[in-house]
């Protein structure tokens, strides 16, 4: 039987590390990030057929910076991200990414940081300078998008349509994008 414990050892690890990784693999995710609920059909999904801008791509841009608990600002490409005083409770390694595209979009990293809800709001200023915005009437607003760019939810955005600026209020990092 001393002959044959070695291979049997190396069976025996080799199923658990494979059961491990089945099991890790099929575990909720982390609640990190706010369920991802796509709201209902809207009128604007006529204009578009995803609800989102059509724009003339903008030049590829990503940049990372530090921000503490004092907050700090950020600007990629021609957007704006602004986290207020208190909104982190340490410092935190900040990414924003333009992919360049069809659509306005803005990755965050690290994806699902979670704002402190006693601190003043995290804005989010898009330009859309660069997009189709179709008859007058419609007001843009700020996505929350999963990576195949369906939209999950509208956040409050305000509409600054003289300056083809949208800003919205985040609550987490994530995928968003300009839409209707």
């Known amino acids: 039987m001393s002959d044959h414990m070695p ?3 190396s069976a025996l690890s080799a199923m658990l590390v494979g059961t491990a990784t089945v099991v890790l693999s099929c575990r ?3 609640p990190t990030a706010p ?3 796509v709201p209902p059909l809207q009128a604007s999904a006529i204009y578009s057929p995803t609800g989102l801008l059509q724009c003339r791509p903008l030049a590829y841009d990503s940049v990372t910076k530090r921000i503490g608990p004092k907050g700090g600002s950020i600007r990629v490409s021609k957007h ?3 986290i207020p005083d208190g909104a982190l409770s340490q410092p935190v390694r900040v990414t924003l990414v333009v992919p360049s595209d069809t659509v306005n979009r803005i990755r965050f990293a690290p994806e699902g940081l979670v704002f402190r809800p006693a601190a003043k709001f995290t804005t989010l200023t898009m330009s859309y300078a660069n997009c189709e915005t179709g008859s007058a009437g ?4 700020i996505a929350y ?3 195949s760019l369906a939209i999950l939810e509208y956040v409050p955005s305000v509409d600054d349509p003289s300056q083809r600026k949208v800003t919205g209020v985040l609550r987490h990092f ?3 994008a300009a839409s209707w």
């Open 145 to 147: 998008t999963d990576d």
């Open 174 to 176: 994530s995928e968003y």
């Open 138 to 141: 419609r007001r843009t607003k």
């Open 80 to 82: 704006l991200l602004v």
């Open 28 to 30: 909720e995710p982390a």
């Open 35 to 37: 369920d991802r609920l």
């Open 7 to 9: 291979g049997f050892r």
